[in-house]
């Protein structure tokens, strides 16, 4: 649309028109390359390259060709184009990808020059979009591969100036559920206290605090096919390292960082994993997730089901008198004494949804309890001096311990 003569929008504008040419008459001293000249008008004309434009800009005006080597703003750049995506792909041919994506650091020096021509046109476009597009249409056209903006497989980002290539692969994210049949060993791995992980006399030079971690035994088999340099577990929720996982398995996604590999059959991963941690820990539902699904698996507020064994005076007639007290109800708990250390020192409302007596023997019982997500277990049955109540030993009025402790449901499918 033209208002006053004055074309309002560039799509109005083509490279013959008298503004463009005028502009470009003002760039002859450059002496640019027909990179560099096209791309000063990149927003004017379609389906064509800034080379094209910048030719077809020459012919209009009978000026010479000057050449890549000799332009005065990229100095040779332009016609390094096959080289930079010749260096590229030697450092992407050890991954596995199917998207990625190219950037480029240009010198300073450069970027100042192409400002000073900003100056002259508004129709410029940055010199490092055209490197960074032309660059990946050719690799995209070696390799099959396809140039993602939103979330590529692989960020590939030379730096123009010594020919050196950085990589910034994305993490591979695997769902799935695990089943923790042993007592004792920690969802992620701890770091050693004396030492924060460098390894020292008190930890036997592991650096860790406990021997294992599911987080390892899980991600060894992934970490091999993966050939990444690191794994970090996100589960939903975490039991007690002495706490089994049984029943329907607790939802976690692993994280693979530096990934060689991508694309593997999820089933064999899943066997071999489960034959290298049998008796210790299983896991199955193997399936490829995204870094957003970790958010969703964080919050989720899942109930749970727990199986508890209790020890101490019990009294079979306070007992069910405890029982029938708490199911249904809100309970009251402080942060308990033992997490004091790291978490703040807060209230919470949570609910018991149902509790159960399996079994009473002598001294002991065996107790299952659904409870809303994050409701201190032990401390509903041993009242941690009160900080959680009601709780099972302030009913029986006896001192009440948990003996044992499993996680047998995770309540995330209704
Ligand atoms: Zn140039
Ligand atoms: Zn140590």
Same mark, same amino acid.
């Given at each position: 649309m033209y208002i006053n003569g004055i074309p309002?929008? @560039?799509?109005?504008?083509?490279?013959?028109?008298e503004k463009v040419l005028s502009i470009a008459e003002d760039l002859v001293?450059?002496?640019?390359c027909d990179n560099c000249l096209g791309r000063q008008f990149g927003k004017i004309g379609h389906e064509m390259t800034n080379e094209q434009r910048g030719r077809q800009i020459r012919q209009y005006l009978n000026i010479p060709k000057y050449e890549s080597e000799t332009c005065w703003l990229c100095k040779s750049l332009m016609s390094e184009i096959q080289k930079f995506s010749r260096i590229i792909m030697q450092s992407l041919k050890d991954y596995e990808y199917e998207t990625f994506l190219v950037g480029s650091r240009i010198s300073d020096n450069i970027l100042e020059k192409e400002k000073k021509l900003w100056e002259l046109t508004n129709f410029g476009e940055p010199i490092k979009h055209e490197l960074n597009r032309e660059i990946g249409k050719i690799i995209e056209k070696k390799t099959g591969k396809t140039v993602d903006f939103n979330q590529p497989d692989i960020v590939a980002l030379i730096d123009t100036s010594f020919d050196i290539v950085t990589l910034d692969v994305r993490s591979l994210f695997i769902y799935g559920r695990y089943w923790k049949f042993?007592?004792?060993? &920690?969802?992620t791995k701890w770091h050693c206290k004396k030492c924060h992980g460098i390894g020292c006399h008190y930890c036997d030079f592991t650096g860790k605090r406990f021997e294992i971690s599911i987080e390892e035994l899980i991600g060894k088999t992934l970490l091999e096919k993966s050939m990444g340099n690191a794994i970090s577990l996100h589960g939903a929720g975490r039991e007690d390292i002495d706490a089994k996982m049984l029943g329907n398995g607790r939802p976690f996604i692993l994280e693979i960082k530096? &990934?060689?590999?991508? @694309? @593997?059959s999820l089933i064999n991963v899943e066997n071999e994993s489960n034959e290298y941690t049998k008796e210790k820990v299983k896991i199955n539902n193997l399936r490829y997730a995204s870094k957003e699904d970790i958010d969703k698996l964080k919050s989720a507020k899942w109930e749970k089901t727990y199986r508890v064994k209790i020890s101490g005076e019990i009294d079979k007639r306070k007992l069910k008198e405890a029982v029938t007290a708490l199911g249904n109800k809100i309970i009251c708990q402080r942060t308990p004494n033992r997490v004091l250390h790291r978490r703040s020192d807060i209230e919470r409302k949570r609910k018991i949804t149902d509790i159960k007596i399996e079994e009473i023997m002598e001294k002991s019982a065996v107790l299952t309890i659904r409870a809303d997500a994050g409701t201190y277990i032990k401390e509903l049955i041993d009242g941690d001096d009160g900080r959680t109540t009601p709780s099972v030993t302030e009913i029986i009025g006896k001192q009440i311990e948990t003996k044992k402790l499993d996680v047998i449901q995770i309540h995330d499918k209704g």
């Open positions: 309002q929008s @560039f799509m109005d504008l083509d490279l013959s028109s001293i450059f002496k640019l042993i007592r004792g060993i &920690p969802q530096n &990934p060689k590999n991508r @694309f @593997f």
